[in-house]
C-alpha cells in the first residue's frame, strides 16, 4: 500500500523552510526519499532505517518515527536547486511511493 | 558514479505494435525493477526481478507485459500490444540492497503510442 504525503505543493522564497510528510497505514521497517527534477528520473536522497533517527542530504534532512508510521523531510534555508517533485518510498519488497510534493523555490 | 543505462530515450508507436524497452541495471544490484509514470502523476510499479525470475509484479503488469533478462547484463520490458494508455515514461531501476543505499534510476524511456 503506498503512502501518503502531505502537503501536495509547496511554494518557498529562497532561505525559506519547509516540512513534507509521509505517513503508512503499514508498520515501516524503513523510508527512502527521493526528489525528481522535471523530465528526469527519481534521484535517492537518503534512507532511514531506525525510529527517530535522523539523516541529511545537504541541508535537507529527514526523521522517521516507527511508532506513527511517519517520515518527515526537512528543506532549511531553501536553495533554487531544491525545486522538484519530493517522493517518499516504503519498502516491502519493493518500493511504492507516495503521490509527491511539488516544491517549487523562487528568488 | 555507476549508472542504470535505459535505450531507447523516446519511442512513438502505433497502437497494436509491441515495443521492447532495455535497460542495463548496475552491474553489482540484485533487484531489477520497472517502473512506469504518467505524465504528471506519481511513480507506479510495474515488477520486480530477482535471481531470474519475476518475484512481485502490480496490477498493471498484466499478459500484455513481460520482461527478460536474456544475457545478464541487459533487462527488457515488452509490451505486446501497446494501447494508447501505455503512454508513459518508464523507468528502470537496481538495487544493491545492502547498506544505506536507494535505488538507482535509468533516466527513462517516454514511450508515446499513437
Known amino acids: 500500500q503506498q503512502p501518503v504525503q502531505s502537503p501536495q505543493a509547496v511554494i518557498l522564497r529562497e532561505g525559506e523552510d519547509a516540512v513534507i510528510n509521509c505517513s503508512s497505514s503499514?508498520?515501516?521497517?524503513?523510508v527512502h526519499w527521493y526528489r525528481q527534477k522535471h523530465g528526469e528520473a527519481p534521484v535517492f536522497l537518503m534512507i532511514?532505517?531506525?525510529?527517530?533517527e535522523q539523516k541529511g542530504h545537504e541541508k535537507i534532512s529527514a526523521s522517521f518515527n516507527e511508532k506513527k508510521q511517519q517520515s518527515s523531510l526537512y528543506l532549511t534555508a531553501s536553495q533554487l536547486s531544491y525545486s522538484g517533485t519530493y517522493f517518499c518510498g516504503t519498502l516491502d519488497y519493493k518500493l511504492s511511493f507516495g503521490a509527491g510534493t511539488t516544491v517549487t523555490v523562487r528568488a | 558514479e555507476p549508472e542504470v543505462t535505459q535505450t531507447p530515450s523516446h519511442q512513438v508507436t502505433q497502437m497494436g505494435q509491441e515495443v521492447i524497452l532495455r535497460c542495463v541495471p548496475i552491474s553489482n544490484h540484485l533487484y531489477f525493477y520497472w517502473y512506469r509514470q504518467i505524465l504528471g502523476q506519481k511513480v507506479e510499479f510495474l515488477v520486480s526481478?530477482?535471481?531470474?525470475?519475476?518475484?512481485?509484479k502490480s496490477e498493471i503488469f498484466d499478459d500484455q507485459f513481460s520482461v527478460e533478462r536474456p544475457d545478464g547484463s541487459n533487462f527488457t520490458l515488452k509490451i505486446r500490444s501497446t494501447k494508447l494508455e501505455d503512454s508513459a515514461m518508464y523507468f528502470c531501476a537496481s538495487y544493491r540492497a545492502v547498506g544505506l543505499y536507494g535505488y538507482t534510476f535509468g533516466s527513462g524511456t517516454r514511450l508515446t503510442v499513437v
Open positions: 532511514l532505517l531506525k525510529g527517530g
Open positions: 503499514k508498520a515501516l521497517y524503513s
Open positions: 526481478f530477482y535471481n531470474n525470475e519475476i518475484s512481485e
